[in-house]
């Protein structure tokens, strides 16, 4: 089957190596054009707009920023629904709100279009290697028949539930992972301003309890004060900004998410948007005028 890829950013790139190394025909399409030639190179071929993409293949995963994104590009002018054959199946692996997810898989569902909501975990790393954690919402059915297809990008594939639940999930994870890496920033402060090589902490309690995925992948880079993207910070709030959101729906409070989310806003407005969101670590350095390097 011909695959359509939209969505060729710091993640889509990686993810549409991998299923072209898998054997898959792809065709690709993104508002950037030097995206869309950073592909071309390993063998995608170039489409027009969503609805060219659609048009000419049976499967289309979407890997965008966020909700308004994904509904330009499958519910816009130009779009993935208005190419889409009947029985076209729609993989939106991008982070967005659950809610969100429902409401595009409705307008799907009236052009008879199936759509899974997969977002992932990982970041650019596991995207390269192919082996994102994927969490995936929608028909049970439709996601056993598209497993191996997401597994040539992930090494876990995981249904979660009905459609949305795949972002409900993955709230859940970046509200962990943010709340992680605040904490790791603030004792790792605690440490140098104690007198203490944060280095040196690292290395002592990475293998205890404290330990974690987050801390080997971001204490690293707060150490060495390298803060190139990975998962930018502007991304990060839209996520937590999601999950708040979400919370208030449903009448679950994220008091600790939201105050990282303000953490996140305060580097936002010093221009640090950009940056990896182990760059929390200067939210600290601010507060502290010390750096943890
Ligand atoms: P990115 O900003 O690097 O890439 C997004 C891509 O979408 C860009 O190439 C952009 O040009 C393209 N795009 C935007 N609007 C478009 C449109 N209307 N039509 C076509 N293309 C359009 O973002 P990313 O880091 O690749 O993240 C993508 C998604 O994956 C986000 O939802 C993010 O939260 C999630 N995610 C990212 C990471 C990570 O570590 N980067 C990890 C897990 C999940």
Do not use: W
Not at 47 to 60: F, H, I, N, R, Y
Not at 129 to 134: A, C, F, K, N, Q
Request: hydrophobic content about 45%.
């Amino acid at each position: 089957m011909k695959i359509g890829f939209i969505g060729l950013g710091i993640m889509g790139k990686p993810m549409v190596k991998n299923l072209l190394k898998a054997g898959h025909e792809i065709l690709v399409f993104d508002i950037v054009q030097s995206h869309v030639d950073s592909v071309l190179e390993f063998g995608a071929k170039e489409a027009s707009s969503p609805a060219e993409v659609a048009k000419e293949c049976g499967l289309v995963i979407t890997m965008l920023p966020n909700s308004p994104h994904v509904k330009t590009v499958v519910l816009g002018e130009n779009g993935v629904l208005e190419g889409a054959k009947e029985g076209m199946i729609l993989i939106d692996m991008s982070s967005i709100a659950p809610q969100a997810s429902q409401e595009i898989a409705k307008a799907c569902a009236e052009k008879r279009v199936k759509m899974l909501d997969a977002p992932v975990s990982g970041g650019e790393p596991k995207a390269v290697d192919g082996t994102l954690s994927i969490m995936v919402g929608g028909d049970k059915d439709l996601f056993e028949r598209v497993k191996d297809i997401l597994l040539t990008m992930g090494s876990s594939a995981v249904y979660c539930g009905k459609v949305g639940a795949g972002n409900t999930t993955k709230l859940a994870n970046q509200v962990i992972v943010a709340a992680n890496i605040a904490a790791l920033s603030e004792a790792l402060m605690l440490a140098k301003k104690s007198g203490v090589d944060p280095n040196l902490v690292f290395d002592a309690i990475q293998g205890g309890l404290a330990g974690s995925t987050v801390m080997n992948a971001k204490a690293p880079m707060m150490l060495s004060g390298n803060y190139q993207p990975g998962f930018k910070i502007d991304l990060h709030i839209k996520d937590l900004n999601n999950a708040i959101e979400t919370g208030h729906t449903v009448g679950s409070p994220l008091p600790l998410t939201a105050a990282v989310m303000e953490m996140m806003i305060n580097l936002r407005a010093d221009g640090l948007g950009q940056e990896d969101h182990s760059a929390i670590s200067k939210y600290y350095e601010k507060l502290t005028g010390s750096t943890i390097r």
